[in-house]
Each structure stands twice: as structure tokens, then as C-alpha cells.
């Protein structure tokens, strides 16, 4: 997916061949992030629910402060997500040992985002370094990257009347363009998040895992998940303990909407020959039977002027015949008269 | 024919005008606070519940049930079934109040309405099925005004505007149906990016098909459901024609609504199939499924069936409306109920009386605008200047 490439796109979408643009789902091609993409490999195993990567994430992004301080860990007890107010919440869950386990969420940055696929004005942007980004002078606040998410992450203002935005984690886009680490990253104590390429913070990951077998499960959240994310996670127990879905699959989310998106210039095009070719047939159809009503008509009329015809001659010769039979009649009764006065005299 | 005096002289004080304006009060009460407060002052909406009612009815229902305008001038223009032609116009009129009333509903559902048109002019997201939708709605409620206006224009004299109208309908009526098809089955393929979060037994590859076919259905029934409404309140504005082709309407649509829900129940087994869910049947989300499956798909296909066979027009009646019902399930499962599935019950969502009150708002101003345009223009009457010859 480079950016020529959208752009294309987007300029064949804005011609009306809006389906094009969706790329085909069929394509085997398999996007893997672009190259040196920026990556936060969370060990989840490392992680002590110390709230410093909260606090880091609040200060940076210039949140409002929070109503209970980052140092009161008494929240970990409730599970909490992400809202219009913090970026990332770190939620505590038990092994199955009794021992505390911390994951820390935020959005995970897909390599072909949900939410960017979703929206309608473009209002999200997967950047080169890994960041997936929000413009909200673009938003239009109908939510649809919410309902889109699979990690549930985007967050709403919901309090706000006249400039309502979505809110949610940047990778610190602003910061690592400058060579800064992510807040969240900078501010972690432990060894829990590590900021790098995705290929080297794969690389990492797996040398952990084999390092100590035992102590992880073999499985790199994030690698495969939705297509593959820019924030990875390694954890000791699996992951579905831990609130994160292991069913949604490794199919972008692009490609769940591309097929239909593709339907629309067949059905624009296909429509309008075949609604017109219905229209013509039925058009012929009332086109004969007003014809044959015609047909019908015009033969009951020149039967009934034939039949007509044929009475008018015969009453004609009839009358002729009479008219014929008086005269003789009258020749002969005149011939009769004159035959008897002769005979008279 | 009518005239505006006649009108006003009698008492503005009757049983709908009071209802209907307590209600539009109360509504306008929420629009302020709507507008001043934002969104969590009057809705129960959150970050995990993005859409709840006034998606799921404002814009999936409303959509779904003005479908009437598409199907009738369909069955009449391009199937050349004439002897409907006295349904066309107040299903068109339907349908044009319909999808106005969506796009004004959905201005209070976005964040920043007035910043709906920057899909089209400031930036378009086009891998997006909400940009189809988008596109669609808007350019088909465009065709539908034009597809309205006649009737406005015979009212107001305009006879050049009206001729030149008439002449495009065919054009008109293509698009119209091209539109439909398009976004009735997108309003479905909304659903196809959140598989995780819509359960499996709503959730199919079919979803877009499933939304279109079920349009037909509504579009349909609620021809029948409201000829037999307005026959009852608005009689007096009725020609001979119209009385005249009434039965023949509620049959002949009774008969495909029929059809296309067997068509559709078809399908929609199919769906399972496809996916092979059947072992969701047994949970509650199952029961529920096939309450929406047997209830209000079969049941009213077996309903219509029988009505049409014994000529029973009041029972073809009250199936129209169990239909309509039934196809409000449908959206109302796929966009709340079987959405967000796999949440607690704590973090579901379910609608404060604000939003009800504004969707119950949004209803009342359509049932007003129709009152007020069936009582001037010629909608249920032919306007004696220009009759046409029709079959």
C-alpha cells in the first residue's frame, strides 16, 4: 500500500468507480508494514501496574488530569478501557497461580488500520512510521471508527457540544518523528515496553520466547491479529485471560468490506441495462395487446360493414325486383284492362 | 379542491394536533439540549456503544421502511404494472419524507453536523461503506424530490416544471432503483468490518443481500399498511381511481410481499448454513434468532399467502404491519441487540428516554408534513387538469 498507490485510488474513488478503490479481496498479497516502521514490544510479564506509562502518556498529551492521581493504584482493581481522557489504561488480571499479571492498552496501530478503512473522510492516516493518526479538522463525528475497531479503542467526546473528537493513542506520532520515545515508553521503569523497528521488536520477541520457553506462551500478539499491528505483546498465560480476543482472525480489516464496496460499479452498470430491458419488454407486451385490441376491432368493424353491405344489396335487389314486379304487374294489368275494353266493344 | 380557509376554520384543537404538538415541544426541548449539551446529555450512548437508537431506528428503520418509493414506481413504470399507478405517488411521497427525516435525525446523531457534506467536497473516503451510504442517500433523495415535485407543481400551477418532470420519470425511476439497491444493501455491509463484535448468527457474508431483499419486503408492506392508514383518515381526498385500484394494490402487493419472503427466509437459512451456526440455535441468542426467523419472516410470508388466497384484505392488512414490525426487529437485532454480544451486560447499551423521545419527535414531523401535503396536493386524487389516460 504506498501512498502513490492511495492516492490513486482516492482519485478513482472521487471519479464515481467507487468499489475499484477497495482493494480485491482475492489478491494473496499480504501487506507486512512499512519498512522501518516504528513498533512497542509490551512484555506483558515485566509489566509491575505501576501506572508510570499513564502519567507519561497523560503529560505528553497534555490530558486533563485524572480525577483519581496515577499514583493510586487502587484503581487496577476495576477493569477499566480507554476514554476521551486517557490514551492507555493499564488493567490487572490474576494468573493462575494468584499472582497479579498487568496489561497495558492502547491502540495498537494496525498495519491496514479498521478505523482508517472505516471513515468517510479520511479522517485517520496510517503514517510511515507506524502511527495511525487523527485529523479532527476533518471529522464529521459519526462514530463509524468505533463501531469499526476490533480492539474497542477509539474514544468519543461525547460532553462536547460544538467540537466533539475522537480520542485515542498516536504512538506519540509528534514525538518519535523527532527522534523522542513514545510517552508511554519513556516514562515504563521496567524492561515492559521497547520501542523499535516492528522487524527488530520481532526479532526480540522471538529471541525471548526462546530464551526462556517457560516462561512465555509461543505466541507474539500483534504479529498476525487484523493483519498485523504495530504494537506487540508477549505475555506468560494466554491471552484471552487477559482480555484480548485471540478469535478475530488475521484478515485486515480492509478486506472485510472490499467485496461489497466492489459490487457497487456492477450493480451501477448492470442495473440500468437490465431495468431497461425489463421496461422494454413489458412496453412490447402492452404495445401487442393494445395492437391485437386493434387488430380485433378493426375486423369486428369491417365484419359488421360487410354484413351491413351485404343486407343494403339484398334489400336493394329486393327493391329493385318489387319495383320490377309492380311495373309488370302494372304493364300486364293495363294489357288485361285494354284487352277486355277491346273485347267490350 | 381544498382550500386553505376551510381549513383554518375549523378547530386546530383536535386529538392528532395535540398529541403530535406535546410531543414536537418536547422534542425541541431535547434539540436545545442536544445542541448546547452534546451528545451525553441526552443519550446513553459510549465508547463502547458508538450507534444506538437513532441509528438502529432513525436512519436502519427509516431507511428501510421509505423503501416504498423505489418499489412501487419500480412495479409500475419498469414491470409496467399500471394498474398501480395510483399508489405511486403517495409511496414517493413517503419515501422523500422518509429520507429527509433520516438525514435531519442523523444530524443530531453526529458530532458535527454541519460538517456532513465533507465527504463530498473536502475529502472523500472511498474504501469506506459509509461513504456509499452517504453518496447514496443523498443522491437519491435528491431523485426522490425531483420524483415528488410534480404533485407540488400541480398544486402551484407550475405546469412547464411539472411537464418536463413527468417526461423524465422512466430516467428518474432507474436511478431511483440503482440507488436503492446500492444503499439499502450497504446499510448492511456497515456491519461486515465488525465481525468480532456482532454475533454470528446476524453476522454473513450475505448481510448487504439480506438488507436489500428485506427492503422489498418493507417497501411492500408498507405500501399496504399505509394505503390502508390513509384510506382511513383521509378517504374524502381519495378519487375513484384510487378507491377503485385499492384492492388491487393490496393484493397484488400482498402476493410478492409473499414471495419475496420466502425468498428471503430461503436465504436467510441458507446464511446459516454457509457459516454452519447451527449449534448457536440452541443458546438464548438462538431462541431469539429464530423468533425473528419464524415470527416475523415465515409467519407473515404463510399470513400474506393466506390473505391473498381468500381475497381477506383486513388480515392482509395486519400482516403488512407484522412485517413492518418484523423488519424492525431485524435492524434493531443486527445494530443493538446482536451487536456487542460479547460485552458484560453492564457495559450494554439501552436508550434513555431523550432518545426515544426525539426518535417519537422525528416521527411525529413525518406524520405532519404527510397530513399537511395529502390535505393541498394531489397525492391521493388526480388533479383534474392533468389527468392521464391510463389503464
Known amino acids: 500500500m504506498s501512498i502513490s498507490r492511495r492516492g490513486f485510488l482516492a482519485w478513482m474513488g472521487a471519479a464515481g468507480i467507487t468499489a475499484l478503490s477497495a482493494r480485491a479481496g482475492a489478491t494473496p498479497r499480504h501487506f507486512e508494514g512499512y519498512p522501518q516502521s516504528l513498533c512497542v514490544l509490551h512484555d506483558i510479564t515485566l509489566c509491575i501496574g505501576c501506572r508510570s506509562c499513564e502519567a507519561g502518556c497523560n503529560k505528553v498529551n497534555e490530558l486533563p488530569a485524572p480525577a483519581v492521581p496515577f499514583t493510586d493504584l487502587t484503581v487496577l482493581d476495576k477493569k477499566r478501557r480507554t476514554n476521551a481522557k486517557a490514551y492507555t489504561v493499564v488493567n490487572k488480571f490474576t494468573s493462575p497461580g494468584g499472582n497479579p499479571i498487568f496489561v497495558k492498552n492502547q491502540c495498537n496501530h494496525c498495519l491496514e488500520p479498521a478505523c482508517a478503512s472505516a471513515c468517510f473522510v479520511r479522517a485517520f492516516s496510517k503514517n510511515g512510521d507506524g502511527s495511525v493518526t487523527y485529523d479532527s479538522s476533518v471529522c464529521v463525528g459519526c462514530r463509524y471508527c468505533m463501531i469499526a475497531c476490533p480492539f474497542e479503542i477509539p474514544t468519543y467526546e461525547y460532553d462536547e457540544p460544538f467540537t466533539p473528537r475522537i480520542m485515542k493513542c498516536t504512538l506519540c506520532h509528534p514525538r518519535i518523528t523527532k527522534g523522542l520515545l513514545p510517552g508511554c515508553v519513556e516514562a515504563c521503569p521496567t524492561e515492559a515496553l521497547s520501542f523499535g523497528t516492528r522487524e527488530d521488536m520481532l526479532k526480540l520477541a522471538r529471541e525471548r520466547i526462546n530464551k526462556y520457553p517457560g516462561r512465555y506462551v509461543d505466541h507474539i500478539y500483534g504479529e498476525h491479529e487484523m493483519g498485523g499491528t504495530n504494537w506487540l505483546y508477549l505475555s506468560g498465560v494466554p491471552f484471552r485471560t487477559l482480555g484480548m480476543r485471540e478469535d478475530l482472525g488475521i484478515t485486515p480489516a480492509p478486506d472485510l468490506t472490499s467485496g461489497a464496496l466492489a459490487t457497487v460499479p456492477m450493480v451501477a452498470a448492470l442495473w440500468p441495462a437490465l431495468l431497461t430491458g425489463i421496461y422494454a419488454i413489458s412496453k412490447r407486451r402492452e404495445k401487442m395487446l393494445s395492437g391485437d385490441k386493434q387488430d380485433a376491432i378493426a375486423k369486428a368493424v369491417a365484419e359488421a360493414n360487410a354484413k351491413s353491405q351485404a343486407a343494403l344489396t339484398a334489400a336493394l335487389d329486393k327493391a329493385k325486383k318489387e319495383k320490377e314486379d309492380s311495373v309488370k304487374k302494372a304493364v300486364k294489368a293495363a294489357l288485361e284492362q285494354s284487352a277486355q275494353k277491346t273485347q267490350a266493344q | ?391
Open chain 2, 1 to 391: 379542491m381544498f382550500k386553505l380557509k376551510d381549513v383554518l376554520n375549523r378547530s386546530l384543537l383536535t386529538p392528532f394536533n395535540i398529541i403530535a404538538g406535546v410531543i414536537i415541544l418536547i422534542g425541541l426541548v431535547i434539540t436545545a439540549l442536544r445542541f448546547f449539551g452534546g451528545l451525553a446529555t441526552v443519550t446513553n450512548l459510549s465508547d463502547y456503544n458508538p450507534w444506538g437508537l437513532w441509528i438502529g431506528f432513525d436512519l436502519l428503520c427509516g431507511v428501510a421502511l421509505a423503501a416504498g418509493g423505489y418499489v412501487t414506481s419500480a412495479a409500475v413504470y419498469i414491470f409496467g404494472m399500471k394498474k398501480y399507478h395510483s399508489a405511486v405517488r403517495p409511496a414517493i411521497l413517503t419515501g422523500f419524507l422518509g429520507y429527509a427525516l433520516v438525514v435531519l435525525a442523523l444530524s443530531y446523531d453526529v458530532g458535527r453536523p454541519w460538517r456532513l457534506p465533507y465527504p463530498f467536497v473536502v475529502q472523500a473516503g472511498t474504501t469506506s461503506v459509509l461513504f456509499e451510504v452517504g453518496a447514496c442517500v443523498l443522491l437519491y433523495l435528491l431523485v426522490l424530490f425531483v420524483e415528488f415535485t410534480p404533485a407540488a407543481s400541480e398544486w402551484l400551477g407550475f405546469r412547464r416544471a411539472r411537464n418536463l418532470v413527468v417526461r423524465l420519470t422512466m430516467v428518474l425511476t432507474i436511478l431511483g432503483v440503482i440507488l436503492s439497491t446500492l444503499h439499502q444493501s450497504s446499510l448492511g455491509s456497515l456491519f461486515l468490518i465488525a465481525p468480532s463484535k456482532l454475533h454470528p448468527l446476524w453476522y454473513s457474508q450475505y448481510i448487504p443481500v439480506f438488507f436489500f431483499i428485506s427492503s422489498i419486503v418493507a417497501g411492500l408492506s408498507m405500501v399496504i399498511l399505509e394505503g390502508s392508514l390513509t384510506h382511513r383518515y383521509f378517504a374524502d381526498k381519495m378519487d375513484e381511481t384510487h378507491l377503485r385500484e385499492k384492492e388491487d394494490v393490496v393484493f397484488g402487493f400482498g402476493k410478492a410481499a409473499s414471495f419475496v419472503l420466502a425468498a428471503y427466509f430461503a436465504i436467510k437459512v441458507f446464511g446459516i448454513t454457509m457459516d454452519n451456526n447451527w449449534h448457536y440455535l440452541s443458546t438464548g441468542y438462538g431462541a431469539w434468532f429464530l423468533v425473528e426467523l419464524l415470527g416475523f419472516v415465515a409467519l407473515p410470508c404463510l399470513l400474506y399467502s393466506v390473505g391473498v388466497r381468500d381475497r381477506n384484505i383486513k388480515l392482509i392488512k395486519w400482516t403488512s404491519a407484522l412485517a413492518v414490525l418484523g423488519i424492525m426487529v431485524n435492524r434493531f437485532n443486527v445494530c443493538l441487540v446482536a451487536f456487542n454480544w460479547h460485552l458484560p451486560s453492564s457495559e450494554r447499551y439501552f436508550p434513555s428516554w431523550m432518545e426515544i423521545g426525539l426518535s417519537l419527535f422525528i416521527v411525529t414531523v413525518g406524520v405532519a408534513a404527510f397530513k399537511f401535503i395529502v390535505t393541498f396536493m394531489p397525492i391521493l386524487y388526480e388533479h383534474p387538469e392533468y389527468k392521464t389516460p391510463h389503464a
